[in-house]
């Protein structure tokens, strides 16, 4: 079974700032898959980033970065330059190699609020 | 816009209605998939198809029923449905069931009355 946890219902930054959001993950499979999704106000689940289990760099797209740190099974989620339009909900994701790995299993999500 | 789109936005029924939710995607993608997110809870994956066959369906109640008439296309059809159905309905689709991305539609936010 795979787990996500993010342990930040809420979050807030100061325009501008860059903001850490946290992810941790647990999974039994030998690789897997590392998302992060931006849900809108208007429903939309929007792709940000990927990150595999044996890449060796950690992703960037972006302003977006993924601070990927196998042995704690952490992928945090790092937005640099924070934007008014970055208020949003934020998932992490993961999608395993063993059976059934179509599925993603998403974590409960973080509300990001962006100040002007 | 992703390519994915989801009609109606919102839906009001009551426990008695039957109703359709419906997803078209214009990726020419392979895999379509049914999400719901409750209030404050992780999205649950419901069920997964794949070129049109159902893959996937992790223990859904059987009032909600789906339905992948073509690749494009993906419904789900409601009836007798609960309260606590109340949620938000997110279709996706992907190249292919292992592909590593999925684009999601815009949801159909649902309340039973």
């Known amino acids: 079974a795979q787990k996500i946890t993010q342990t930040q219902p809420g979050m807030f930054v100061q325009e501008k700032e860059a903001v850490t959001l946290d992810c941790t993950y647990d999974?039994?499979?030998?690789?897997?898959?590392l998302f992060w999704y931006k849900q809108p106000s208007s429903g939309e689940m929007i792709f940000l980033i990927y990150?595999?289990?044996?890449?060796?760099q950690n992703a960037t797209e972006g302003r977006y970065s993924l601070n990927f740190q196998k042995a704690r099974k952490s992928a945090n989620l790092v937005i640099s330059a924070s934007q008014l339009g970055d208020s949003a909900m934020y998932f992490c994701a993961m999608r395993g190699s063993g059976a059934g790995s179509y599925q993603l299993t998403f974590g409960k999500g973080t509300k990001l609020s962006v100040i002007p | 816009e992703t390519g994915v789109t989801q009609t109606p936005r919102h839906l009001v029924m009551g426990m008695t209605n039957k109703k359709s939710l419906k997803c078209e995607q214009h990726l020419g993608h392979n895999a379509m998939y049914w999400y719901k997110q409750s209030a404050k809870k992780p999205l649950e994956l419901m069920f997964v198809y794949s070129l049109e066959e159902r893959v996937e369906n992790n223990s859904v109640p059987s009032r909600f029923s789906p339905e992948c008439p073509n690749s494009s296309h993906l419904f789900l059809h409601l009836h007798t449905l609960q309260p606590e159905d109340s949620a938000l309905y997110l279709c996706?689709?992907?190249?292919?069931?292992?592909?590593?991305?999925?684009?999601f539609g815009a949801g159909t936010r649902l309340s039973v009355l």
């Open positions: 996706a689709s992907s190249q292919a069931v292992t592909s590593l991305r999925e684009y």
């Open positions: 999974t039994s499979d030998p690789s897997y898959g």
């Open positions: 990150q595999g289990s044996y890449d060796q």
